[in-house]
């Protein structure tokens, strides 16, 4: 019996509220928690779940995402069978169509899912950080025999109108979906991690194609299609830590939830480890005058400020009587002699001059450009 | 590249042995991340060299298992590329380098590759030696044989032509002489020799002093500038551990640490490897902690050496010296009782 899981993977988002740090890459690209990428982590799951054929659908900014992801070595996915395959919009004889939806992404490549030949397709999201496994919702989806699973989480009830939230009944069945409502009657979230059965999602992919009517949205189309229809759906209750990284704010609290033991998000875990690509980088160092408090800290740095609260990617430099607070300082980040940040997003490889302070008790976070760093410059005459 | 590499890993130094006693020389952990193989593999992909034959001795199971097909250093390759050639006879290995026995064994290695030059390297001198530069130095002298050195003393680090090592390889027992650092010690010998000069950093490991010592000069920023280099960065197999966490109330000090720890105790002058765990309030001083070691609650720990998986329980003193560093091994669980 066929029983082949393949995942597809949307990776094309563009994530225009986290400014200036996706001006280049795509947001599942970002960097997260001292040395990853987002997208390590639904990749990771997939490794650690046995999923070993991964479509990556890229289309805003794919060039660092493709690189990066290259043949898919460092999360095992390059195989002789399967492995990762990289999906950006492609040409046909009439002409290029950029992906428009989540669900027209995955039409457009339905020739590469038909030689896969799968029995369940997972659908997963390249924008959120968590660690789930995949093999326990396919098992949980095959045992209800359900057309598809929705893996849903329990969010507080003031945020659920942010999220497509699903009704059910006591048996899990689905009775309604709505896409982001104005009242939500639940607070049960979707992750946007769904399972389908193949021959289903086929069907309803090239139904939604033809309907002009449609925004080709799986949240907005597919899913009430489904349940229009009576279709078996079901939700797969997710229990962990899950967060979507959408503005400078949740990224920089998702990294400071990596400060916290209390939050569930545990990287020094070996048996569910989130790989990524590794630099060939020497041990950090801390000087006589570093100093490092309640922080991450990753290879080739070299601490001889004050670290507080904070996250520090690799190769990045603190130099004496500077200091950070609550900072999340990107890779090859210099802070110079004396700067002091609190509560900043530092993007990588940014300069942060001599002396730099911002002026006043700032509480909110803020991201860190150079054009801040110039204006500042040129008032203090540097 | 008109370069082959012999690595000789067969190399066995008594003064090691408390860390040599599952591993050769050649995969001792250094610096917090490395194995000692890492810097000649490096030196050589960095200097161009992509035929590389690494012979090792009994026991060779934790060098495979760190190097296996060379992926780390861009070495596996359908043409050329690392192969690894172990010594079989029992014993094998001598105290120098380049044991003309044991590349007997695989003589197809050097039949089969068309370049007309071997450098001769081994796993124990941690350098940055670069091979493109010495063998041009080699070529304009004329010499049979180049050695490298530093300061006046030797790398045992030598360039010579393939044939010429073939042909001492094969007349090695006629001419009573058992490896290429012995043919360049001969008080008397037909052979013309040459020496390369060497800047720049170098540490010779040949006892637990000297690893010691080598480590803790580490701390020393001006050596590590000379042996990190930007553009020679040293590869060495990647682990995927996230970056280490420093827990409130942890004290670190002029150390250098990979990645993977958990610390929470304090640590000064000391060198801390991957995937350590420093428990509250224990004090570690010149220390050089390896792999997945576990330091419980209040030890005070002073010029201890801990090998990989070391596990020092709650409470434990143990103060060594620099001449005579305490050196725990592979696995060791020492605890208080141990002490009485």
């Known amino acids: 019996m066929n029983d082949k899981v393949i995942a597809m993977l949307l990776a094309g988002g563009q994530g225009s509220r986290l400014k200036s740090l996706t001006y280049t890459i795509a947001k599942p690209a970002l960097p997260f928690g001292g040395k990853y990428r987002i997208i390590d982590f639904p990749l990771s799951n997939c490794t650690n779940s046995g999923i070993e054929t991964v479509g990556v659908l890229t289309q805003y900014q794919p060039h660092v995402l493709h690189q990066y992801i290259g043949l898919g070595t460092p999360w095992d996915l390059d195989r002789r069978n399967g492995g990762v395959t990289m999906l950006p919009p492609y040409a046909e004889i009439d002409g290029i169509k950029w992906y428009a939806g989540t669900a027209s992404a995955i039409y457009q490549n339905i020739s590469f899912l038909k030689s896969c030949d799968p029995a369940y397709v997972l659908i997963l999201s390249g924008d959120h950080i968590y660690k789930m496994d995949y093999e326990a919702l396919v098992d949980y989806h095959k045992e209800h025999e359900a057309d598809v699973t929705i893996s849903v989480l329990e969010v507080p009830w003031e945020d659920a109108s942010r999220f497509g939230v699903v009704n059910v009944n006591d048996s899990m069945d689905v009775m309604e979906f709505d896409e982001k409502p104005e009242k939500p009657k639940s607070n049960l979230a979707s992750m946007g991690v769904y399972v389908f059965k193949w021959e289903k999602l086929k069907e309803y992919l090239e139904t939604d194609n033809v309907n002009e009517a449609s925004s080709h949205d799986f949240g907005k189309d597919i899913l009430p299609a489904m349940l229009e229809k009576g279709e078996k759906m079901v939700a797969y209750p997710f229990k962990g830590y899950w967060k979507d990284v959408g503005t400078v704010e949740s990224l920089w609290e998702a990294n400071m939830d990596l400060l916290d033991l209390n939050s569930g998000l545990n990287l020094h875990d070996p048996g569910w480890r989130i790989f990524s690509s590794n630099p060939q980088l020497p041990p950090q160092v801390i000087n006589e005058t570093g100093d490092v408090q309640a922080s991450m800290v990753n290879e080739g740095c070299v601490i001889s400020g004050k670290v507080f609260k904070s996250v520090i990617f690799q190769n990045v430099t603190i130099e004496e009587e500077a200091s950070v607070s609550e900072c999340v300082v990107m890779s090859g980040a210099k802070i110079r002699k004396g700067a002091k940040l609190h509560r900043a997003v530092v993007p990588p490889r940014l300069d942060v001059p001599e002396g730099f302070e911002i002026p006043g008790q700032q509480d909110e976070v803020i991201l860190l450009t150079q054009e801040q760093l110039d204006e500042w410059k040129e008032r203090v005459g540097k | ?340």
């Open chain 2, 1 to 340: 590249m008109n370069l082959l590499a012999v690595v000789d890993t067969s190399v066995k130094k008594e003064g090691l042995q408390d860390l040599t006693i599952q591993r050769a020389i050649s995969s001792v952990p250094f610096a917090g991340r490395y194995r000692l193989i890492d810097f000649p593999l490096s030196n050589l992909v960095n200097s161009g060299v992509n035929t590389v034959g690494v012979f090792p001795s009994s026991p060779f199971a934790s060098l495979l298992d760190h190097i296996g097909v060379g992926k780390s250093w861009d070495l596996d390759r359908r043409k050329n590329g690392l192969f690894f050639l172990p010594i079989t006879q029992r014993d094998g290995g001598l105290s120098t380098v380049g044991a003309f026995a044991g590349l007997e064994e695989h003589m197809q290695f050097f039949t089969k590759s068309i370049q007309p030059y071997a450098i001769v390297t081994n796993g124990f001198v941690v350098n940055q030696l670069d091979f493109r530069e010495m063998l041009n130095h080699h070529i304009e002298s004329g010499a049979d044989i180049t050695e490298a050195v530093s300061e006046g003393v030797s790398l045992k680090n030598y360039i010579l032509s393939k044939d010429l090592l073939v042909e001492l390889i094969q007349t090695h027992r006629d001419k009573n002489v058992v490896s290429v650092e012995d043919v360049v010690n001969l008080k008397k010998s037909p052979y013309t020799f040459n020496q390369y000069e060497y800047k720049g950093y170098f540490a010779i490991i040949d006892s637990v002093q000297s690893y010691f010592q080598a480590s803790m000069g580490l701390l020393d920023e001006e050596n590590r500038k000379q042996l990190f280099l930007p553009g020679r960065p040293i590869y060495t197999k990647v682990k995927d551990e996230p970056p280490t966490r420093y827990v409130t109330g942890s004290s670190v000090k002029r150390a250098l640490i990979a990645n993977g720890s958990t610390i929470m105790g304090e640590v000064s002058d000391s060198i801390i490897s991957r995937a350590v765990n420093i428990k509250k309030n224990a004090r570690l001083e010149k220390c050089i902690i390896m792999q997945k070691c576990v330091i419980e609650e209040n030890c005070d720990l002073s010029y201890v050496i801990a090998d990989k998986d070391v596990y020092i329980g709650e409470g434990v003193v143990l103060h060594g010296t620099a001449e005579q560093p305490i050196v725990l091994r592979k696995g060791e669980k020492v605890t208080k009782e141990d002490m009485r």
